[in-house]
């Protein structure tokens, strides 16, 4: 691991560091913030997982993140959103909704993708032990989230691993990839035509297939232009309605999918986690 | 004027808009944030000035200052750092500290840069009044700040119209540009080799010339780069130091000359402004 850069911010530290991902069979970038409360101590920690075209940056430099993890003394870790390099493959037109940057946080079975596209595995094993290993986090405490991809991937990745993370939420997520244009795109090609094998990967699915209760938490935009087709909010709260899954689903008035709708929100979220990490402790 | 985004932004309104700048001789984009007290009446302005190679969206997208405009109810307004567009000369190399991104907030007049770089004019008073015209402020209720070479155009503004502003501050500010490489630079392409009009836009010039005080306040990271050789904070403090002027300068172990450093002290220095503006109205 090779730190590459280091910002001091909100009396914490801002790290982006660059490892080999044996998982994805690459270099990947991936960014730390470290509350000040890290000096004294290890802290809990939370994963953020971005959307469609994001590297590990965006979140750092546009959410105001730094500050609520500094009041609340928790880490922060947002990866990347794909494998990278020159031998990752690429959506082949390089369309922005598919290959880099849009990975999707799946497992990938069909070729060429399957080589590479191992987000899932990279998210669920490799990287939380790397992050364990070098710095001062309580690795077991921990919460996940994420915005439209990310807050897709953030939910898959919180009901398939009942136990592991605390609480969970998510900024416009892609709910139902396995009915959305991006969805159906990247499923169709990342594992294939058997629709039996996306619903693991599908946050109302796997609700509806009886996913074990966490604290759950949703932030829509009503004047998100991806609401509609793609984000279909409405079917996340069917799903937990007919399952009886408790989830806090709030509709935001004006507010779209970009990261300033994710800033205005961001404390709330923080806070969230703080909280329900807390209360899981005791 | 023409408004070219919209994004909703802790409860007030992030707008983006273009417009004729006849001052300058260009189309300009410029950015205003407007808190949701505006929507009850017009509320006070800050004017924000960015650095070397910033446009007006830097500050938007990397500051984080939304929410405490929001928390004091107060505008910001950040405009663009030079004049743009196909006519507008550049530096002949493309170097990215003069020029086009570097205009340094002076009225230029020398050829071939007289014919557009005249960003004091625009932001004393062409600025200002569209400003005034378009949006709900109270024009006469501003301040002023900045970072780096828009820390030096806040400062300049702020000692040459006393008055004007109730306060201002900068991060990490160039300070005397006419005795540091990249205002040197600058100064004598925009003004010529008599050094004597470049003290118009020095601040440790114009405080040791006896400009009137208003209150001051400077945040200095100490693992900045630039502090040595371009900076040198040490200037501004000997100038008011040596005469009279009341000066808030501080240094912050372990910041640097990023957003980073910006965003975990922004809150501050909007603090500072809003107080000063309701104690120059009281």
């Known amino acids: 691991?090779?730190?590459?850069?280091?910002?001091?911010?909100?009396?914490?530290?801002?790290?982006?560091?660059?490892?080999?991902?044996?998982?994805?069979?690459?270099?990947?970038?991936?960014?730390?913030?470290?509350?000040?409360?890290?000096?004294?101590?290890?802290?809990?920690?939370?994963?953020?997982?971005?959307?469609?075209?994001?590297?590990?940056?965006?979140?750092?430099?546009?959410?105001?993140?730094?500050?609520?993890?500094?009041?609340?003394?928790?880490?922060?870790?947002?990866?990347?959103?794909?494998?990278?390099?020159?031998?990752?493959?690429?959506?082949?037109?390089?369309?922005?909704?598919?290959?880099?940057?849009?990975?999707?946080?799946?497992?990938?079975?069909?070729a060429p993708w399957s080589s590479h596209y191992r987000m899932y595995d990279y998210l669920a094993t490799e990287l939380p032990a790397l992050i364990a290993a070098e710095f001062p986090v309580q690795a077991e405490r921990c919460s996940i989230f994420g915005h439209s991809m990310g807050g897709h991937g953030a939910m898959v990745m919180a009901l398939r691993n009942p136990g592991r993370y605390a609480s969970v939420s998510a900024f416009a997520p892609i709910v139902a990839p396995a009915r959305c244009p991006w969805g159906e795109k990247a499923l169709s090609h990342y594992l294939g035509p058997d629709r039996d094998t996306w619903k693991q990967y599908d946050s109302c699915e796997l609700i509806s297939a009886g996913a074990t209760q966490l604290p759950l938490l949703v932030d829509q935009g009503e004047a998100d232009n991806f609401l509609a087709q793609q984000l279909q909010t409405s079917l996340l709260e069917q799903a937990c309605s007919d399952s009886g899954f408790r989830a806090d689903i709030r509709y935001q008035p004006g507010y779209d999918h970009s990261y300033f709708f994710i800033a205005s929100f961001i404390g709330t979220h923080i806070a969230f986690h703080a909280q329900a990490i807390a209360r899981s402790q005791a």
């Open 1 to 110: 691991m090779t730190v590459v850069s280091e910002n001091r911010c909100f009396d914490g530290r801002q790290l982006r560091f660059r490892h080999a991902a044996e998982t994805l069979g690459c270099d990947m970038h991936c960014s730390i913030y470290l509350p000040p409360q890290a000096q004294a101590g290890p802290v809990p920690v939370l994963y953020w997982l971005s959307g469609l075209t994001c590297t590990d940056e965006n979140f750092v430099h546009k959410a105001g993140a730094q500050r609520y993890a500094a009041e609340h003394g928790v880490a922060i870790v947002s990866p990347d959103t794909s494998p990278r390099g020159d031998n990752v493959p690429d959506d082949p037109e390089g369309a922005w909704d598919f290959g880099l940057g849009a990975g999707f946080y799946v497992n990938a079975t069909e």
